[in-house]
């Protein structure tokens, strides 16, 4: 392949990441360059998570120093470095937009880091450039889901309808605070230069980078906030990565997938180590049934199954059916340490 990658960090690693370095004979592309520490249930010692996490981190930088583009998917700190501003410098940073689609805590992060990169590389305040926000109209975001808007779920239609009247309730409320909160423009300085990628394309030589337009973070109307997925092709090659769609959960986002049959596919999965609390069976059920059709509706050679996933040592039972998927058919579904020829932490902590 012309294109090619290489996991740079991931939760299979002992420490919370989806870091990947993709190359095409145009450009280096870093992708979700953050890291954050294990939860306190990881089977593992407090010293050995930051020892993983330290090991990241270092990973990552050297990684970054191989980049021409650096994307950010979203503002959890375990898809961008919120204060090394370094890894940023001589890049093009392609990242979501912080004025629309985000819930309030990412809105303050962005904040805290288009600050950080103002005063690093321009030498500038942020509240200097911001800029007014031009009020518009957004449209119910279950319009672009017909599949999952029009899936039957059983006993479970009752809760769900509630759920998402809930759930609209509160988006509209996010909608005023966007039209009403200052914009923060794309930036340009000697050694940066950034771009909001939302349902873009860019274009590197022969090389394709594009997005997705915003894809809630998990379920609908997910209180987490929204991601962009990333596609970048070379000729008749692909690779995706899907950032955090949680499986992925929503019926469409799966679809949209398959229709793309990527060569390369780096899919997050469900928060198992959630169930019962942020994750409830029906959901797990989704993605579940949603990652077997993906596998198997997809030529990829690779399908890295990871991020979010090995955070608890049974999350190969809960998803069965995917590695099952990937087995009977031959296809390589495996998690990033798996990749690298090692055995995912939770996995070995737990021996």
Same mark, same amino acid.
């Given at each position: ?11 299979s ?68 470095f ?11 940073l ?14 303050k ?49 009752v ?25 923060i423009p794309?930036?340009?300085?000697? #050694?940066l230069? +950034?771009?909001?990628? &939302? /349902?873009r ?10 997005? !997705? @337009? ?19 092709e ?23 997938i398959?229709?793309? #049959?990527p060569? +390369?596919?780096?899919? &997050? /999965? ?11 069976k !029906? @959901? ?68």
């Amino acid at each position: 392949m012309k294109l090619s990658f290489r996991p740079i960090w991931f939760d299979s690693l002992g420490a919370k990441s989806s870091c990947v370095l993709v190359k095409t004979p145009d450009v280096s592309v870093l992708i979700d360059p953050g890291i954050a520490v294990m939860h306190p249930s990881f089977p593992a010692s407090e010293e050995e998570k930051i020892k993983w996490l330290v090991e990241g981190e270092e990973a990552i930088i050297k990684a970054s120093e191989k980049a021409d583009v650096i994307i950010i998917s979203h503002y959890h700190y375990d898809h961008y470095f919120p204060h090394n501003m370094e890894i940023y410098r001589g890049k093009i940073l392609l990242a979501k937009n912080p004025n629309e689609y985000i819930n309030d805590s990412q809105r303050k992060r962005a904040e805290a880091f288009y600050s950080n990169l103002c005063e690093h590389f321009g030498d500038a305040k942020l509240e200097n450039i911001i800029e007014e926000t031009k009020a518009k109209e957004y449209s119910n975001p279950m319009d672009e889901l017909p599949i999952a808007r029009s899936k039957d779920f059983g006993d479970y239609n009752v809760r769900r309808k509630q759920l998402l009247e809930k759930g609209f309730k509160w988006f509209k409320n996010r909608t005023k605070k966007w039209n009403n909160s200052p914009k923060i423009p794309e930036m340009k300085f000697k #050694n940066l230069q +950034v771009f909001f990628a &939302d /349902g873009r394309e860019f274009q590197f030589g022969e090389t394709k980078v594009r997005f !997705t @337009n915003p894809l809630f973070h998990g379920i609908e109307f997910s209180r987490v906030g929204w991601v962009f997925a990333t596609v970048v092709e070379y000729e008749d090659e692909k690779l995706i990565h899907s950032s955090d769609l949680n499986g992925p959960i929503i019926e469409d986002y799966a679809e949209w997938i398959i229709k793309e #049959n990527p060569n +390369v596919l780096i899919l &997050d /999965g469900p928060m198992t180590y959630m169930l019962g609390y942020l994750l409830n069976k !029906t @959901n797990l059920r989704r993605a579940v049934d949603n990652a077997v059709k993906i596998v198997k509706g997809i030529d990829a050679e690779v399908i890295i199954y990871d991020h979010h996933l090995p955070r608890e040592v049974h999350f190969k039972e809960h998803t069965k059916e995917v590695w099952e998927a990937g087995e009977r058919l031959n296809k390589r579904v495996l998690t990033a340490a798996e990749l690298l020829g090692e055995k995912p932490k939770v996995l070995e902590c737990s021996e």
